[in-house]
T-cell receptor, first 117, second 110 residues
């Protein structure tokens, strides 16, 4: 059974970088049939997919058009985890952030992140 | 505004059958599988249907999914009070190389 445990700060100041980590158990971040996504949810934007990382013969990423210029998702094979960095945040980035696996079969518990000074 | 369009709300009485629609385009639903998720208040979404009509282990067969052209539907039969939740559709969009979610449908069991 895949389990995803995320961690990171719940308060980020405007213009700074939001950083979250998702630890995987029950599967491998390097799985050649897997993909690992970040998703957020807010009352104004609903559920919004942010991006994913996956390994086939090499590592690849896909990013949502809405955040493409300021997002980085990285795998960490040594710790079997992946991370989210969202740069230059504004109050519009306030949301509950989730990590999820291939086709979003399994989700983390979610972290509410507030962008405020 | 979501690219996948769902009705904001629907309702039904216990035992009734309800359906929730999800409308997209040829770049998403028309050519890629649709998943459905149930979200209870304060919890993460839960996968109900994947690959248009497949139920993960543990999901009651009261829940079923279908896809036709650029639209998909989730049907819930034998409605129960615990089915009261928000429901979301999702599909990969090949033109955007993005996953898309519907805006969600709030189901009320009267």
């Amino acid at each position: 059974q895949v389990q995803l445990q995320q961690s990171g700060p719940r308060l980020v100041k405007p213009s700074q970088t939001l950083s979250l980590t998702c630890v995987i158990s029950g599967d491998s971040v390097s799985s050649k049939s897997g993909a690992w996504s970040w998703i957020r949810q807010s009352p104004s934007r609903g559920l919004e997919w942010l991006g994913r990382t996956f390994y086939r013969s090499r590592w690849s990423t896909d990013y949502a058009v809405s955040v493409r210029s300021r997002i980085v998702i990285n795998p960490d094979t040594s710790k079997n985890q992946f991370s989210l960095q969202l740069n230059s945040v504004t109050p519009e980035d306030t949301a509950v952030y989730y990590c999820a696996d291939q086709d979003f079969h399994h989700w983390s518990q979610g972290t509410p992140v507030t962008v405020s000074s | 505004q979501s690219v996948l369009t769902q009705p904001p709300s629907t309702s039904g009485t216990p035992g009734q059958r309800v359906t929730i629609s999800c409308s997209g385009s040829s770049s998403n639903i028309g050519n890629n599988a649709v998943n459905w998720y149930q979200q209870l208040p304060g919890t993460a979404p839960k996968l109900l249907i994947h690959n248009n009509n497949q139920r993960p282990s543990g999901v009651p067969d009261r829940f079923s999914g279908s896809r036709s052209g650029t639209s998909a539907s989730l049907a819930i039969s034998g409605l129960q009070s615990e089915d009261e939740a928000d429901y979301y559709c999702a599909a990969w969009d090949g033109s955007l190389s993005n996953w898309l979610f519907g805006g969600g449908t709030k189901l009320t069991v009267l």
